[in-house]
């Protein structure tokens, strides 16, 4: 209603000095009524933009919600993680101790049935004199097995930088 108001005293000011006095009071009356549709039209689109923008600003506050919630999810999943870690690492330290003072022949048969990763894991805390025993033996039971545990503790270039 506002703006009808300035535009019908901007047509006044307009018709007066601009020399409108061409125009009638009906085209002036017709130009302020087509004013007056455009602003409810305008006012319409500001509601409805208003609406829209209620509504992003609840979607926004729905995904910080849910970013929260995620992050809270993956915080306790990698605590759990590090959890599991801790307790295959020692799970893997008692094992190796075991199999280190168990006799070579019988540690090598029981590793060569192991996966790959899990033996290396287990050769990398053993104590490097019963590691070679089992490993020497291990060489007779699958030499294929035990050339690839040998690989993958050996050094390369990538690991020492």
Known sequence: MKIFNIVACFLIVFYCV???ENLSFDELKA????????????????????EKEKNLSNLEQELLK???ELNEIRQKLETLYE??????DENLDKLAKVYGSTKAKSAASVIAKMELDKAVSLFQKMNPMAAGKI???L????PEFASKISERLTPTKDKLK
């Open 139 to 142: 060489a007779k039971v699958d």
């Open 31 to 50: 130009i302020g009524d087509n004013l007056k549709q455009k602003e409810e039209i305008l006012n319409k689109k500001e509601r409805e933009l208003a």
């Open 135 to 137: 490993m020497s033996e």
């Open 66 to 68: 849910k970013e929260k």
């Open 18 to 20: 601009a020399g409108a």
């Open 83 to 88: 959890k599991i870690k801790v307790t295959e």
